[in-house]
C-alpha cells in the first residue's frame, strides 16, 4: 500500500432507516496510524457512520474502501477491523486471559500461536498480572482494557471505538484518553474513536471531524479546529464561545466594520478574516478566555465593552464572569484563580469593562 494513500476512503455514502436520513452523503478520508475523532451531538450520525465502517450496518448510497479494497458490501468478519463498544462487552464467566483468547479461537487460529498473541495484548493493555481473573473483580477501567487487549490481539488495521470512555468517572476517564494515545503510539495502527465529548477528542485526536445531522461541518486539527471554526455550529459546539448577530456595514481602511446587534460597531483587521461584502449578515464570535475583565478603560486598541457582572460561576482552577452589557447582551469571560483567598476578585453587581484583541475575533459567514 502506498503511505500517503488513506487507510479508509468514505466516498458519498448515505444512511438511510426508512424517512430518517441519519448519515448524509459524507466523503472523507482517514490517514494511516492517524487517531481520528468522530466528533458531534447525540443523533448527528457518527456512531452510524462508525457501524458502517465495521460492516454492522450496510450503506443505503456510496461506497467504503479499507487499505484501498472495496468493502461496502463485505461482512464483519471479514473486515481488517475491530470495534470496541461503549459497554466493553466482555464474558461475565471468563477469566481475562479467555476474554481475549476468544476471537482468536473462533477464526481457529492455532492453538500454538493463541497463547503468545494473548499475553502480547496483555502486555500492550498493561494487564499481564490480571490474566486469571474474572470481570467482576477488575475495576472500570481494566475491564475496558480488556476489551481493547481482546480487539487488539485480531492485529486489526484500523480499532473502531464507540464511546469506549462514557461509562467511566471524571478522574479515570481522563487517565484512559492518556492511556488510549500510548497505546496508539505503540500499536502503530488508526484509532477511530466516536464521541461527543468535545475535550477528550480535542486532547486525543490528531483530527478531529465535527458531525451535524448526519454532515460533516469541519475536518481539522484540534487547535486548528478550536481556534478557527468555519461556521457557527462547530463555533458553539467546540469549546465555550461568545457569539453574537451581526451585518457588515463597510470594508475601508484596512477594517472590515460590522455594526453587531446589541454590542455595536467593531472595526476588525481585514487581514485576518475573509472580508464579507457590506450587508453581508455575519456571526462575530470570541472565546471567553481571550477576554481580559478590567476596572478602569482598558488600552486603546483593543475592543472595548462596558458591563455589569451578573453571575460568577467558580470552578476551581478558573472563574466564569457573565456580564450583561450596555446594548443588552450577555458575555462571558474566563478569570484564573491565580491565588489562594477566599475572597473573589468580582462579584455579581460589579460595572466592569471587558476588552480583547481584535485579532482574537472570528467573523463567521454560515
Known amino acids: 500500500m502506498n503511505e500517503t494513500a488513506p487507510i479508509i476512503s468514505i466516498r458519498g455514502v448515505t444512511k438511510r432507516f426508512g424517512p430518517v436520513t441519519a448519515v448524509d452523503d459524507v466523503s472523507l478520508d482517514i490517514r494511516p496510524n492517524e487517531f481520528f475523532a468522530l466528533l458531534g451531538p447525540s443523533g448527528c450520525g457518527k456512531t452510524t457512520l462508525l457501524r458502517m465502517l465495521a460492516g454492522l450496518e450496510v450503506p443505503s448510497a456510496g461506497a467504503i474502501l479499507i487499505d484501498g479494497h472495496d468493502v461496502t458490501g463485505v461482512p464483519p468478519n471479514r473486515r481488517p477491523v475491530n470495534m470496541v463498544f461503549q459497554s466493553y462487552a466482555v464474558f461475565p464467566h ?65 480499532l473502531l471505538l464507540d464511546e469506549p470512555l462514557s461509562a467511566l468517572d471524571a478522574k479515570l476517564r481522563e487517565a484512559m484518553q492518556l492511556e488510549l494515545v500510548r497505546l496508539q503510539h505503540s500499536v502503530g495502527i488508526t484509532f477511530i474513536i466516536v464521541t461527543h465529548d468535545q475535550n477528550e477528542a480535542l486532547s486525543m485526536a490528531n483530527r478531529i471531524a465535527v458531525m451535524e445531522a448526519g454532515q460533516i461541518r469541519q475536518v481539522a486539527r484540534p487547535a486548528e479546529l478550536y481556534e478557527y471554526p468555519n461556521c457557527r455550529f462547530v463555533a458553539d459546539f467546540i469549546g465555550k ?15 472590515v466594520h460590522i455594526e453587531v446587534k446589541g454590542v455595536g460597531r467593531l472595526a476588525l483587521p481585514a487581514d485576518q478574516i475573509v472580508a464579507p461584502a457590506p450587508g453581508s449578515e455575519v456571526g462575530v464570535a470570541v472565546r471567553p478566555e481571550k477576554i481580559r475583565l478590567h476596572r478602569e478603560p482598558a488600552p486603546e486598541g483593543r475592543v472595548r465593552l462596558r458591563g455589569r457582572v451578573s453571575e460568577v460561576a ?44 481584535p485579532n482574537d475575533t472570528l467573523v463567521l459567514t454560515r
Open 94 to 158: 471468563m477469566s481475562v486471559f479467555d476474554n481475549v483468547a476468544y476471537g482468536l479461537r473462533v477464526v481457529k487460529t492455532p492453538a500454538g500461536e493463541i497463547e503468545p498473541r494473548v499475553r502480547e495484548a496483555l502486555a500492550m493493555t498493561q494487564l499481564e498480572g490480571l490474566a486469571a481473573r474474572k470481570p467482576d473483580q477488575l475495576s472500570g477501567g481494566q475491564r475496558q482494557r480488556v476489551a481493547l487487549a481482546r480487539a487488539l490481539v485480531k492485529r486489526p488495521k484500523v
Open 241 to 255: 464561545m461568545n457569539l453574537f448577530e451581526g451585518r457588515v456595514v463597510a470594508c475601508e481602511d484596512a477594517r
Open 314 to 357: 467558580y470552578f476551581g482552577d478558573a472563574s466564569h464572569v457573565y456580564l450583561v452589557l450596555e446594548g443588552g447582551p450577555k458575555i462571558s469571560a474566563n478569570l484564573q484563580n491565580e491565588a489562594r483567598t477566599a475572597v473573589p476578585g468580582v462579584v455579581a453587581g460589579d460595572e466592569l469593562w471587558c476588552s480583547w484583541d
